[in-house]
């Protein structure tokens, strides 16, 4: 099991639409002039974006949750998993802390969140910052393979009757030693040479208590939700990153975002993995910071 000992504090606990408790995450200065709406990745939790917060928390207050099913919330369920279920979840929050103007940034699925979201409702998005994204259908192209997507539909139709099977499966697989996990990651979705055990446990060790049920069917969701025809309202300055190396969100996504969005700022890390978010950190806020200074979007 998991241990949270370690795990950030929360803020609190918001309301949503359904009547759940979901906590949510303060970082920075709460007096700043901006506020940052960081939306993290798919079953990760808190440490993932841990680096990249740090580096803005002098200037910025950013706020940011758990999603259902993962971090403090693994145990939390949505009674229809689907990106509209998050979306409400987002909005609750956001009018939790008061429906003001933020900078929305994304990281993975978070990505895929932040477009429709802004698609939505774009009047208080003032910037975006889009990382390591993914915006529908990604399972078509994961590592670079057509398989995938037949793959995940196939077990979504037989988890009703492979049930008990599947979920052992999944738990025995994160539960395999440490240094074994870390090598069958690299190269795909990792760069062991980047970042360390203590950065990266966090994640890989609380996979294996994340519910298999819920993890395939947000799969399902997000693979089947699509951003196409939702990029041309983005009017508020963005900046899209992706990874070189990265065989989950593969560059050719971010720069079709980057082509659909007039004036939009991009850059590619070289050997940047789909966990670059880690292991590509300073990278990643010198662009953060020349955009925001350049779009005069930082702190004053």
């Given at each position: 099991?998991?241990?949270?000992?370690?795990?950030p504090?929360?803020?609190?606990?918001?309301?949503?639409?359904?009547?759940?408790?979901?906590?949510w995450?303060?970082?920075?200065?709460?007096?700043?002039?901006?506020?940052?709406?960081?939306?993290?990745?798919?079953?990760?939790?808190?440490?993932?974006?841990?680096?990249?917060?740090?580096?803005?928390?002098?200037?910025?207050?950013?706020?940011?949750?758990?999603?259902r099913?993962?971090?403090?919330?693994f145990?939390?369920?949505?009674?229809?998993?689907?990106?509209?279920?998050?979306?409400?979840?987002?909005?609750?929050?956001?009018?939790?802390?008061?429906k003001?103007?933020?900078?929305?940034?994304?990281y993975?699925?978070g990505?895929?969140?932040?477009?429709?979201?802004?698609?939505?409702?774009?009047?208080?998005?003032?910037?975006?910052?889009?990382?390591?994204?993914?915006?529908?259908?990604?399972?078509?192209?994961?590592?670079?393979?057509?398989?995938?997507?037949?793959?995940?539909?196939?077990t979504?139709?037989?988890?009703?009757?492979?049930?008990?099977?599947?979920?052992?499966?999944?738990?025995?697989?994160?539960r395999l030693?440490?240094?074994?996990?870390?090598?069958l990651?690299?190269?795909?979705?990792?760069?062991?040479?980047?970042v360390?055990?203590?950065?990266l446990?966090?994640?890989?060790?609380?996979?294996?208590d994340?519910?298999?049920e819920?993890?395939?069917?947000?799969?399902?969701?997000?693979?089947h939700?699509?951003?196409?025809?939702?990029?041309?309202?983005?009017?508020?300055?963005?900046?899209?990153?992706?990874?070189?190396?990265?065989?989950?969100?593969?560059?050719?996504?971010?720069?079709?975002?980057?082509q659909?969005?007039?004036s939009?700022w991009?850059?590619?890390?070289?050997?940047?993995?789909?966990?670059?978010?880690?292991?590509h950190?300073?990278?990643i806020m010198?662009?953060?910071?020349e955009?925001?200074?350049?779009?005069?979007?930082?702190?004053?």
């Amino acid at each position: 099991m998991y241990s949270f000992e370690r795990y950030p504090e929360p803020k609190g606990h918001f309301e949503t639409k359904d009547g759940a408790k979901l906590p949510w995450f303060e970082y920075g200065n709460p007096a700043a002039e901006r506020t940052i709406l960081f939306l993290n990745g798919f079953t990760c939790n808190q440490h993932n974006i841990a680096k990249v917060v740090a580096a803005l928390a002098a200037d910025y207050r950013i706020v940011t949750f758990d999603y259902r099913g993962q971090g403090l919330a693994f145990r939390e369920r949505h009674e229809v998993v689907s990106i509209d279920a998050v979306l409400d979840d987002i909005d609750a929050l956001h009018a939790h802390i008061g429906k003001i103007p933020v900078l929305l940034f994304g990281y993975s699925k978070g990505c895929q969140l932040a477009v429709e979201w802004n698609y939505r409702d774009n009047s208080r998005v003032t910037g975006l910052v889009l990382l390591l994204g993914i915006y529908g259908n990604i399972f078509d192209s994961f590592l670079n393979m057509k398989i995938f997507a037949p793959m995940l539909n196939a077990t979504y139709h037989a988890f009703p009757f492979l049930k008990p099977i599947l979920k052992r499966t999944w738990r025995t697989a994160h539960r395999l030693p440490f240094a074994l996990r870390v090598a069958l990651g690299k190269g795909t979705l990792l760069n062991p040479e980047r970042v360390n055990e203590a950065e990266l446990r966090p994640f890989l060790d609380q996979l294996a208590d994340l519910d298999f049920e819920y993890i395939l069917h947000m799969s399902h969701a997000i693979h089947h939700h699509t951003n196409d025809g939702q990029f041309d309202r983005i009017k508020a300055p963005c900046l899209i990153i992706s990874g070189e190396a990265d065989l989950f969100a593969l560059p050719q996504h971010s720069e079709r975002v980057h082509q659909a969005v007039a004036s939009s700022w991009y850059f590619s890390i070289p050997a940047g993995t789909h966990n670059a978010i880690l292991e590509h950190s300073d990278e990643i806020m010198v662009w953060v910071s020349e955009f925001l200074r350049e779009k005069n979007l930082a702190a004053s």
